[in-house]
């Protein structure tokens, strides 16, 4: 009963691979967003997504691309995977959001992804 | 672009104590949301609290509270009788035309 779930909660692979991290949220919310979190524990956003459609598009590579199959799920699919990708990434959700409507959101467990 | 500052990296308090967590921000807009989040070891993030700009009252959870001074764009948490569990990192954030976090302070209350 879960309300932010993120699959898997570790990821370790190689340099130049291409991987998914997934995102699920049963709360009925209308917006999803992916974080990114540094080894200095900064916390960036890096899309948003309402309705399925994309609001948020923070400055990150091409590599990285998101997919919202419905509003329930944001899974997050990294190409040619770098060392510098090496972080935790935070799934979140909100009841509305809308690039900014304040709305309280509600993180998953977070995935830590090691790129060797 | 607007920032959002959290000047202590480091804080400790002594379990049962009071302790107080800064933040200021800067932004040119006039309705915007704040929030207050606690990432503990277990690397969950958990809201801690909430407040609306429009609101000049102070917002409150149980043992936390905020004082919020729009003009000096300060939003800072106090956390009163200190627990053990509150040992964790902070997150001031700031969410009005976009999203910003601060650096996050690490908060350690000592038995």
């Known amino acids: 009963d879960t309300a932010v779930s993120q699959t898997p909660k570790y990821l370790v692979t190689q340099m130049g691979n291409d991987k998914s991290i997934k995102c699920e949220q049963n709360l009925g919310h209308d917006t999803m967003y992916w974080y990114k979190q540094d080894s200095k524990k900064f916390l960036k956003i890096m899309f948003s997504y309402n309705n399925k459609e994309l609001i948020i598009n923070e400055t990150v590579p091409n590599r990285f691309s998101p997919k919202s199959p419905d509003k329930a799920h944001l899974n997050l699919h990294i190409n040619s995977l770098e060392l510098g990708d090496s972080a935790v990434y935070f799934c979140a959700s909100s009841q509305d959001g809308g690039g900014g409507q304040g709305d309280t959101q509600y993180f998953g467990p977070g995935t830590r992804l090691t790129v060797l | 672009a607007q920032t959002v500052t959290q000047s202590q990296p480091e804080m400790s308090v002594q379990e049962a104590e009071t302790v107080t967590l800064s933040c200021t921000y800067d932004?040119?807009?006039?309705?915007?949301?704040l929030f207050w989040y606690k990432q503990p070891p277990s690397r969950q993030m958990i809201l801690v609290i909430r407040?609306?700009?429009?609101?000049?009252q102070n917002a409150t959870e149980n043992r936390f509270s905020v004082n919020f001074q729009k003009a000096a764009k300060s939003f800072s948490l106090k956390i009163s009788d200190s627990q053990l569990g509150d040992t964790a990192m902070y997150f001031c954030a700031f969410i009005g035309n976009d999203m910003r976090f601060g650096a996050g302070t690490r908060l350690t209350v000592k038995p």
């Open positions: 407040q609306e700009a429009y609101k000049q």
């Open positions: 932004t040119s807009e006039n309705n915007y949301y």
